[in-house]
């Protein structure tokens, strides 16, 4: 029988109005899953408040809606919620009771290889050996949830609050991660956005490694080994972070190249940055303030354009092993608390340069009395001769233009950090 193109077009119609998303709704004491089997491609399975005790796979395109926050619960045992589909949203539950077996991807939601476009927002995971598992997929996002680690175990034994590996085009917006190992780690992924991410009590706020072509901005990290740490990458752009109070170092910038670092704020840290192997980046107007160490800078990192920064009151500006002088501030000069020179012609920078870590400097953290006496013309004869004498004097980070005053204009609210 013969099928015109008008009939055709009819049937095609017919078809497509009986393919719309429709409602699957699921009340408490009934099956998440045994909805998530019922539903067809693009329906919405909505979960009523309640404690559902069932492990959850959605291998289909849909939307995961709790209403009231339900609690699914696994166990204690594997993974919670495997996600092996594209096009899948999890919203507003609570995920709790993976299994802790570090070998497998014992984690509160596991999203499979290949399960492009996945969406998971506003979910609290919290007892799971790792929050979320992201691995070989395409343009996800992770928004606004609260990860909360296994606080019984010891952190060599925990999972990482997001993982992220071999991915495109991910993004991590607005989380909150405590007390797992890693906050979140990332490995072989491309493109990535981290954004608005709050991190703290976890053994590093960030393990990042080989992904190159990313942003790292707003996020905050604190109260950890580590904050965050940026490792073997190129063509980063990180502003805007604030790593405080961490034990180890603020931010830490390891064989890292061509990269922008900018805007951000380290503040009371064992190390305000830690740059090892870094070269052709740009650092430039951040805060380093009242850390141990304010920059521990080694392995070269000497071809790097670092400006407009303000380096106030850590107890040493600069750690530097090199076997020869770096400059900094070529552009715009940085502001260093501790510079002792003047301006004579009140072009607000110094008319001597700044050297980091000289014999005066060495004395005034050994000696913090002598501060008093900075300005004083005994002290900077000293420091005159020091310069004068090589024997005297170890290779620094130099500053021709030192800024006379803070390009920083609210750095005092970070005092009591």
């Not at 998303?21 to 699921?26: E, I, K, T």
């Not at 007892?127 to 609260?146: H, K, P, Q, T, Y």
């Not at 190159?212 to 490792?231: F, I, K, P, Q, T």
Request: with cysteine.
């Amino acid at each position: 029988m013969h099928i015109g193109r008008a009939a055709v077009f009819a049937i095609a119609l017919a078809l497509a109005g009986g393919a719309q998303a429709a409602l699957v709704q699921v009340a408490a004491g009934q099956s998440i899953g045994a909805a998530i089997k019922t539903a067809k491609a693009g329906d919405t399975v909505q979960v009523e408040a309640g404690r559902y005790d069932e492990h959850l796979v959605i291998d289909k395109p849909l939307v995961l809606l709790g209403v009231g926050r339900p609690v699914v619960s696994g166990g204690l045992r594997d993974d919670v919620i495997r996600i092996r589909s594209a096009d899948v949203t999890v919203k507003g539950f609570v995920v709790r009771d993976s299994g802790t077996d570090l070998n497998l991807p014992n984690a509160g939601i596991y999203i499979e290889p290949g399960s492009d476009r996945v969406v998971v927002q506003q979910c609290e995971l919290v007892f799971n050996l790792f929050g979320i598992w992201l691995e070989r997929s395409a343009d996800a996002r992770l928004v606004d949830n609260v990860i909360t680690g296994r606080r019984d175990l010891q952190s060599t034994m925990r999972g990482n609050g997001i993982q992220v590996y071999n991915t495109l085009n991910s993004q991590v917006i607005g989380n909150q991660i405590s007390f797992t190992r890693d906050g979140i780690y990332v490995d072989y992924s491309r493109h990535a956005l981290f954004r608005g991410n709050r991190i703290h009590h976890v053994r590093y706020g960030t393990h990042y490694m080989n992904t190159n072509d990313s942003v790292w901005e707003n996020n905050e990290s604190y109260a950890n080994r580590g904050g965050l740490a940026l490792m073997e990458v190129r063509r980063l752009q990180v502003r805007h972070n604030k790593a405080w109070d961490n034990e180890d170092h603020g931010i830490m910038l390891r064989t890292i190249q061509d990269s922008v670092i900018e805007n951000n704020v380290v503040a009371n840290n064992g190390r305000g940055f830690f740059i090892y192997d870094a070269e052709f980046n740009t650092v430039r107007n951040n805060l380093v303030i009242r850390n141990r160490v304010g920059v521990h800078l080694s392995a070269g990192s000497s071809n790097n354009q670092v400006d407009g920064n303000d380096f106030i009151a850590n107890q040493e500006q600069i750690k530097f092993v090199a076997s020869r002088d770096t400059e900094w501030g070529k552009a715009k000069g940085n502001y260093w608390s501790n510079y002792g020179g003047w301006d004579q012609n009140n072009d607000g920078a110094g008319d001597l340069a700044y050297e980091a870590n000289d014999v005066v400097d060495r004395l005034n953290w050994q000696y913090p009395l002598i501060k008093l006496l900075l300005t004083s013309p005994a002290v900077q004869t000293l420091r005159f001769v020091a310069r004068q004498f090589p024997l005297l004097r170890a290779p620094s980070i130099v500053d021709k233009h030192p800024r006379m005053r803070p390009w920083t204009p609210d750095w005092s609210k970070w005092n009591d950090k």
